[in-house]
């Protein structure tokens, strides 16, 4: 069964730092990424999605992730974070098999931007 | 507006005590499930549902049933609700036929069982 590892449980940063969580899947087969966001109290959203083609998915408000085959990662990236950005975050991974629907998430990482 | 829904948003109930989560979309996906939410173990899926009539266990399926008679319902049911069931419930639909398996998340439900 696939899993799915988020390193950064919590991570605290000033306004215009640039972040980057890590996110590590443990299948061998091919997958579809994915990442979500949840701002406090309310429900997932999607920030981005790889399915194929460019490994550099760029997704909403300035979010952008890299998967690398290699090293089974698909690490989310932004250049400048916003303290509108507090919120948490989570990787997932679904098979392209017929069980495509079925999404592994990561435990989450917590992002808290300060003013 | 395509949506999920959910019902009720919280609920604070006893243990032992039969309940019923519904949940609704308008998208015509076939594809729904359940997760639940807890600190620190990210979200967990407790049954799906791959169309009508159709469903299956998750990770966490223990204690809960499903059921699945319309397309546009999957209905998460606690027989007998105990208090490990506390927790923040998500139900999710998507479409096969987009091919990409993006799932559309309901606004949660929060369940207290005392």
């Known amino acids: 069964a696939q899993s799915v590892s988020q390193h950064n449980h919590h991570v605290i940063l000033s306004e215009a730092a640039s972040l980057e969580l890590g996110c590590n899947y443990s299948?061998?087969?091919?997958?579809?990424l994915f990442w979500y966001v949840q701002y406090p109290g309310q429900h997932l959203q999607l920030l981005l999605k790889?399915?194929?083609?460019?490994?550099l998915v760029k997704g909403i408000k300035g979010f952008e992730a890299e998967f690398i085959k290699s090293k089974f990662s698909f690490n989310l990236r932004k250049p400048s974070v916003q303290w509108s950005d507090t919120a948490e975050y989570f990787c997932?991974?679904?098979?392209?098999?017929?069980?495509?629907?079925?999404?592994?998430f990561g435990t989450g990482t917590q992002l808290k931007v300060e003013l | 507006e395509a949506q999920v829904t959910q019902n009720p948003r919280y609920l604070i109930t006893v243990t032992g005590k039969k309940l019923t989560v519904t949940c609704s979309q308008n998208?015509?996906?076939?594809?729904m499930s359940w997760y639940r939410q807890d600190p620190g173990l990210g979200l967990r899926q407790i049954y799906y549902?791959?169309?009508?009539?159709?469903?299956d266990k998750g990770d966490v399926p223990e204690g809960y049933k499903v059921s699945r008679k319309e397309k546009r319902n999957f209905p998460l049911i606690l027989e007998s609700p105990s208090p490990n069931q506390t927790s923040l419930y998500f139900c999710?639909?998507?479409?096969?036929?987009?091919?990409?398996?993006?799932?559309?998340f309901g606004p949660g439900t929060r369940l207290t069982v005392t």
């Open positions: 790889y399915f194929s083609g460019d490994p």
């Open positions: 998208m015509n996906h076939e594809y």
């Open positions: 299948y061998g087969g091919t997958v579809n």
């Open positions: 999710a639909s998507s479409s096969h036929r987009q091919g990409s398996y993006e799932q559309y």
């Open positions: 549902s791959m169309n009508v009539e159709v469903t």
């Open positions: 997932a991974v679904s098979l392209t098999t017929g069980g495509g629907n079925k999404l592994t």
